[in-house]
């Protein structure tokens, strides 16, 4: 264990002394004013003799606001923006990105992150540029020092920082992103990782907002969304990754915002959705492997978002089928035409192939016949009209291009274990109680408890 930690202090230091090298470089080429931060929001010590200089402008504020003479590393901890610039370092960890902030004073900081095999260990900061009118910034310091320096020491001091436009600072973070990047050792995509996370829980936490907002408390508790299930199929069977993620983020938020502090109850729905989604195409069928294993929000959220990835790409890509092509075509134009009837001749047209062939390779490369898969998508658009509409079940059953009610009943009863009056009766509820992950009743029970 010893030896464990010896390495990844050595590794560790190894990567500080590589960002001293890369920053001295980063300052000399841009004229800004950098700093590298180690996992406490420390600056190192590698970089103390810079840190003492008047291009560090924080040596003011410490000197003038806090009355505290700076002489070493350890005095700048007296820095009354301490935790302006801490704040801004666990937000560009947090979002894996740059992050960039103007002080009170009206000078621009701009930070990102590195990290060792996945975990954060520093970040690096730029500096050394305003952002405010100069004037503004004189008068600021003024009121701060209190007259101890005059009108033209202030101005020497202020004319070290040139001005930063909004584009020359954006650049300046980027390039920074950049060299944070470059040092991070074994941690390959971890800032895009965290900044995709970080994105998708700020859009889950605004549509938990939405649902708040609809239902304050004291008022009825929404009921599921049954009908997102099946637009949320719909745009898979597209391939339409964009629309689906949309629509995951509305189940997610009705599932935690009905759930709060159950994330048992919560993982345990999103599995059912998984293997739900997993039958979409049976070729395809997605390992729910990180699903099973998430232990929080954020790690279910991101292998749910993956999955849609995963399956909306395979869906529209055909990856790996012989017959890509021709399958692509095909489905296509049963995607456009599923609720008119639709002949076997007219759907290997679509794809060059004729009727017996098409039907082999259809029937070896998807899984099951073509009919099946007719069926399928009908019935889940039946199921969708069902609980979101008034329509009478002959009408949905000629919408969907059933032959008849009769048949209609027996199809559907076929793939969703009920009858469609029962299905609608009961607002598609047991639709979800999927047999798959081996939940008993029993356990349900407990989970909705706990």
């Not at 930070?111 to 503004?136: K, Q, V």
């Not at 991101?302 to 399956?311: E, L, N």
């Not at 559907?412 to 009766?425: C, Q, V």
């Amino acid at each position: 264990m010893k030896n464990n930690n010896a390495r990844a202090k050595t590794k560790t230091n190894l990567i500080l002394q590589k960002a001293n090298v890369l920053m001295n470089a980063y300052s000399r080429v841009t004229g800004a004013f950098t700093c590298i931060y180690d996992h406490n929001y420390l600056p190192t010590q590698e970089f103390s003799q810079a840190m003492l200089t008047e291009k560090n402008i924080c040596i003011f504020c410490i000197k003038y606001r806090k009355h505290f003479q700076v002489n070493n590393l350890r005095d700048l901890a007296a820095n009354p923006c301490r935790e302006m610039h801490m704040k801004a370092i666990s937000e560009s960890h947090r979002f894996g990105g740059s992050y960039t902030y103007m002080c009170n004073l009206g000078f621009m900081f701009w930070t990102s992150p590195f990290f060792l095999n996945g975990r954060f260990i520093g970040a690096l900061m730029g500096s050394g540029f305003t952002g405010a009118d100069a004037g503004e910034i004189c008068t600021r310091m003024s009121e701060i020092c209190e007259g101890t320096l005059s009108e033209t020491e202030l101005k020497r001091l202020l004319s070290r920082f040139p001005g930063g436009d909004a584009g020359k600072i954006k650049a300046l973070a980027e390039l920074l992103l950049i060299c944070s990047q470059s040092i991070s050792v074994g941690s390959e995509g971890c800032h895009a990782s965290m900044k995709r996370r970080s994105q998708q829980q700020t859009n889950l936490a605004a549509k938990i907002a939405v649902i708040k907002n609809q239902h304050p408390d004291g008022t009825p508790r929404p009921a599921y969304p049954l009908d997102k299930e099946q637009k949320l199929l719909e745009a898979l069977r597209r391939g339409d990754a964009d629309s689906g993620k949309k629509i995951l983020n509305e189940i997610l938020a009705f599932l935690v915002f009905k759930n709060q502090d159950k994330f048992k109850l919560i993982h345990y729905r999103a599995i059912e959705l998984a293997v739900l989604v997993s039958r979409i195409d049976k070729n395809f069928g997605f390992s729910i492997k990180n699903i099973l294993e998430a232990t929080d929000i954020e790690n279910l959220t991101d292998a749910m978002h993956y999955m849609i990835d995963h399956v909306a790409g395979q869906s529209n890509s055909f990856q790996g089928f012989q017959h890509a092509s021709a399958l692509k075509k095909a489905k296509k134009y049963i995607m456009e035409n599923f609720t008119r009837k639709l002949s076997l001749e007219e759907i290997a047209g679509a794809s060059g192939f004729s009727a017996p062939y098409f039907s082999t390779i259809f029937k070896e490369e998807m899984g099951e016949n073509v009919s099946s898969y007719l069926n399928r998508l009908r019935v889940e658009k039946a199921s969708l009209m069902l609980t979101s509409t008034n329509i009478s079940l002959s009408n949905i059953s000629q919408a969907c291009s059933f032959e008849d009610q009769s048949w209609f009943s027996k199809i559907f009863k076929h793939y969703t274990g009920m009858s469609p009056g029962k299905y609608r009766n009961q607002k598609g509820k047991l639709i979800s109680k999927i047999p798959e992950p081996g939940f008993s009743e029993e356990y349900i029970r407990k989970l909705e408890e706990n």
